[in-house]
């Protein structure tokens, strides 16, 4: 008992540091672009999608190493409920600035449909069909176009977070952090089925967690509009919150139930060694997260275009 509870301890002082540092920087920064009004907005655009999506991937990596020592320390049921506490907070501090790939793909889903859907018209015009490789190229260009930054800042925030991750460990924190020290550079391989039961869980999984947190929105709106007190928030995320602890408890021996390309690299980075598994990583862990988004936005359009009809 004595043990758990140094360990969490611990966990929790260190997830707090990690995440007064960043929220700090953050603060900071928002504070210099508002002083810097020569800048064009959209230097200032990608700038702020860059530094605050690198924060809030630092952020996450801190967390979910310190938070899966519970669960390397055999305290199954402790991991879950630090995770239900910690998405609370991440709902908090990640409703602008998720760090992930697919919220490009939500954010500019109008931009990237569109460019697939005039190009089908433009062939349709000239009474030629595009082919396969082109209807695919310019969604994908018109994601980067819009996603780099937050690509560059994912990127950035990890190498952060290990860095981070490996001085503390090493002799700042408790024996436990230290003894799984090397966690940090090993492969932890999470798919434990096949590849078709592996998209499809993360493809579903993605679904249901958008789909769940919209409907938690819209059924449970602001008194006033602009306006939302705390305490309706704090009920809003602790209810997102055991949505993602249930997808969790049920998925994470089978595929870790990440719903985020991000995340899912961040623990298995070090696996990816050979052709085989980064194939195997990518068809999961990339496609899956990907075609969940895509399903629930066309879902989305579909039903906002319905109701529009009637």
């Known amino acids: 008992m004595g043990e758990i509870v140094e360990l969490l301890q ?23 672009v508002k002083s810097r009004p020569g800048v064009a907005n959209s230097i200032q655009d990608y700038l702020s999608d860059f530094v605050n999506t690198a924060l809030s991937a630092f952020i996450l990596v801190v967390c979910t190493f310190e938070k899966a020592l519970t669960l390397w320390g055999d305290f199954r049921m402790t991991f879950f409920i630090f995770t239900f506490f910690l998405c609370i907070f991440f709902f908090f501090v990640f ?72 001085f ?29 039961m592996g998209i499809l869980i993360e ?8 789909f769940f947190f919209a409907f938690v929105e819209t059924r449970i709106p602001s008194q006033e509009v602009g306006k939302e007190s705390l305490r309706r ?25 990440f719903a985020n390309p991000f995340l899912a690299y961040v623990l298995q980075r070090n696996c990816l060694n050979d052709v ?22 066309f879902w989305r359009g579909s039903k906002k275009e319905a109701k529009y009809s009637v």
Request: hydrophobic share 45%.
């Open 233 to 257: 928030k704090l009920f809003k995320n602790s209810l997102k919150s055991i949505a993602v602890v249930l997808g969790t408890y049920l998925f994470m021996d089978i595929t870790g139930s």
């Open 168 to 196: 503390f460990w090493d002799g700042f924190m408790t024996s436990h952090h230290m003894t799984q020290l090397p966690v940090l550079d090993q492969c932890l391989d999470c798919l434990n089925t096949s590849l078709f």
């Open 10 to 32: 611990m966990t929790t002082c260190a997830c707090a540091v990690g995440m007064a540092t960043a929220e700090g920087i953050r603060a900071v920064f928002r504070k210099f």
């Open 203 to 210: 493809a579903s999984v993605t679904f249901f967690y958008l």
């Open 95 to 166: 409703s602008s600035y998720a760090p992930s790939p697919c919220q490009p793909l939500e954010d500019h889903w109008h931009k990237i449909s569109q460019s697939s859907a005039n190009l089908v018209n433009q062939g349709s015009i000239k009474k030629s069909s595009p082919s396969l490789l082109t209807r695919f190229r310019l969604p994908v260009s018109t994601y980067v176009q819009h996603g780099f930054s937050t690509i560059l800042g994912l990127g950035v925030g990890l190498v952060a977070g290990t860095q981070w991750l490996k």
């Open 276 to 297: 085989t598994s980064a194939f195997n990583f990518t068809i999961v862990y990339v496609i899956g997260p990907f075609l969940g988004t895509a399903a629930y936005m």
